[in-house]
């Protein structure tokens, strides 16, 4: 109750501790940012979560408040539909992906949470990664004080069913969405592949960065400089086969079919044709650069360490990052263009501001 959060929180007043909490795509992710000072407190936190988690009418009240501003700001939103509907659509309907409508859920309840979440946090395999300033002696003590304390947990299933998503036949979609700014949005998207083969998801990566500089290009050349398109690959690593290339950009409503079939024709031109050494070369530097700051940071090494356990080539994947990249040639990037970026796979969203 409210006493207790008022206690909780005069424990912790001048503590390094926090507390996050994200339903990933096959995964519930519990993080906290803490020192070494307050690592057992913040451990303690966490497992305290797992085993007697708080179900509050008040921050169910909260959240639905939240969502429904959510929901609003996407209903006046030339991207809204980019997130509620299509992301759907391109998984031929599967309702896991985009989001569901308003009322749907707003209807939820914290009993329908409690049973879907409860078996998990108190059952569910656990993963445990730390990452930072920290004496690996105490965090080990640290973690077998209290994760390692919980009672013994189930395997992970393998979930085989639930990992089937396919694309739709391509389509072209057009949404009028009530706003004041006259704005418009398109995007454009390829299927391409899942993100488990490294190699490939770096040469997509790196295709995405060419996309993106010559869609910048050929936008500004045709229409003024007032568009920034950005384009990048998108693979899945949950769903296996699952990804795309996606294209898309802020546009004058009178010129987004014009944009629309400019950003198809100019990934048709790359299937064709093929990328530049020179286009290779100014795209691969920029990443390499991106590369060494990350390396510097905790959130780097929690992508790599997070899924250590269950995927044990993320460490491999962190040691070719550099050399992997310098690697890359043209035949490679002209082969991913060829097999992905033809015009008859693409699929077009229009979406403009409705003068109603």
Do not use: C
Not at 56 to 77: F, I, M, N, V
């Amino acid at each position: 109750g409210r006493h207790g959060v008022d206690e909780l929180q005069r424990i912790l007043a001048g503590r390094t501790v926090d507390f996050g909490f994200r339903v990933g795509p096959d995964a519930l992710d519990v993080s906290g940012g803490t020192n070494r000072d307050d690592l057992l407190l913040q451990l303690q936190l966490i497992a305290a979560y797992l085993t007697d988690p708080g179900y509050r009418p008040e921050a169910l009240r909260l959240t639905q408040k939240g969502l429904d501003q959510l929901y609003t700001g996407l209903a006046h939103s030339t991207s809204g539909p980019l997130q509620t509907e299509v992301p759907r659509l391109l998984a031929s309907g599967d309702p896991r992906f985009g989001l569901p409508a308003r009322d749907v859920t707003l209807s939820r309840t914290l009993e329908e949470t409690k049973a879907w979440l409860a078996p998990q946090l108190a059952r569910g395999p656990v993963e445990i990664a730390l990452v930072g300033d920290l004496d690996p002696d105490a965090a080990i003590d640290a973690v077998a004080k209290t994760l390692g304390a919980l009672p013994p947990r189930q395997p992970r299933p393998a979930l085989a069913a639930e990992r089937e998503v396919h694309f739709p036949a391509p389509f072209a979609k057009d949404y009028a969405v009530p706003t004041e700014i006259p704005k418009g949005t398109i995007a454009v998207y390829w299927p391409t592949a899942d993100a488990n083969e490294i190699h490939r998801s770096r040469r997509l990566a790196l295709l995405g960065e060419i996309l993106s500089d010559r869609l910048r290009v050929k936008v500004r050349e045709e229409l003024g400089g007032a568009y920034s398109p950005e384009a990048h690959n998108n693979g899945s690593d949950t769903y296996p086969g699952y990804g795309y290339m996606v294209a898309s950009a802020t546009v004058d409503p009178a010129k987004a079919a014009q944009i629309a079939a400019l950003v198809v024709s100019i990934g048709a031109d790359l299937q064709q044709n093929g990328v530049t050494e020179d286009e290779l070369k100014r795209a691969v530097q920029p990443i390499l650069t991106s590369l060494r700051e990350s390396a510097r940071t905790n959130n780097y090494w929690m992508n790599v360490l997070g899924r250590a356990q269950e995927k044990p080539e993320t460490l491999d994947w962190s040691r070719t990052r550099y050399s992997d990249f310098e690697a890359i040639t043209k035949p490679e990037l002209d082969a991913l263009a060829r097999a992905y970026l033809g015009p008859e796979r693409s699929f077009r969203v229009i979406v403009l501001p409705d003068k109603k």
